[in-house]
């Protein structure tokens, strides 16, 4: 079993930065890979940024450059620093984990999923 949760979102003004943390709770076993999607109002869900266990990161092109992925392994957590946010990027933001050796930031079905966090980005 694995919960996973997130904390920070909030609100902010366009150019302004924001800090998203994820931490899991695993009942057995090491989580190959942690990331980050998120679902804007009435649009599917996107696969934002994802890090596996030996800390390579993969980014959806929207973000990159301006959103970086970090982990602490000992505390089983992720980070998600976003800089430079624009209107756009105001959407629900869900953490994501997988016990597999596979980690896109790109369409998975990860098997688990937080409850999501809300950032919203005003103009």
């Known amino acids: 079993q694995v919960q996973l949760v997130e904390s920070g979102g909030g609100s902010v003004e366009a150019g302004g930065s924001m800090n998203l943390s994820c931490a899991a709770s695993?009942?057995?076993?090491?989580?190959?890979?942690m990331g980050w999607f998120r679902q804007a109002p009435g649009k599917e869900r996107e696969g934002t940024a994802v890090?596996?266990?030996?800390?390579?990161?993969a980014y959806a092109n929207s973000v990159k450059g301006r959103f970086t992925i970090s982990q602490d392994n000992t505390k089983k957590t992720i980070y998600l620093r976003m800089n430079n946010l624009k209107p756009e990027d105001t959407a629900m933001y869900y953490c994501?984990?997988?016990?597999?050796?596979?980690?896109?930031?790109?369409?998975?079905?990860?098997?688990?999923w937080g409850q999501g966090t809300q950032v919203t980005v005003s103009s």
């Open positions: 695993v009942d057995s076993g090491r989580l190959y890979c």
């Open positions: 890090i596996d266990v030996l800390g390579r990161s």
């Open positions: 994501v984990a997988e016990f597999e050796s596979h980690c896109i930031a790109g369409p998975y079905d990860y098997p688990y």
